[in-house]
């Protein structure tokens, strides 16, 4: 996953947007100060949903500097988690794993919302 964020991962997102999932998005999962190995390690896992979130998002949300894409996943032990994967205009991305139901509905902000099915 590390190697594949360096090289940059180019996607045509479910809308038909142009999305590179980088170095930005790498650097956002290490550059956290406090984040153990383990925690980077699990969000390097986690590449997958991320790509994923920008091909079938259930949810765009759009702000004036960029779209957010959210896609919600069903855990294996119950429950839910999302991702949301924020694309600014020159598309490029950043990546968040959102842990609860409570999470994946604060994320729901924008000024315009589409769904896809």
Not at 42 to 68: C, F, G, M
Not at 84 to 92: E, H, I, N
């Amino acid at each position: 996953a590390r190697k594949m964020l360096e090289k940059g991962i180019k996607l045509t997102a479910v809308d038909g947007e142009k999305t590179i999932l980088g170095k930005e998005v790498l650097e956002h999962w290490i550059g956290d100060k406090n984040a153990s190995e383990k925690e980077i390690n699990s969000r390097l896992a986690k590449l997958n949903a991320a790509i994923e979130t920008v091909k079938s998002a259930n949810e765009r949300w759009d702000q004036e500097s960029q779209r957010r894409y959210l896609k919600v996943f069903r855990k294996e032990n119950g429950g839910y988690e999302g991702c949301l994967v924020a694309v600014s205009g020159d598309g490029k991305a950043r990546t968040y794993f959102i842990r609860s139901v409570t999470g994946i509905n604060n994320a729901r902000k924008g000024l315009s919302y589409k769904e896809f099915k």
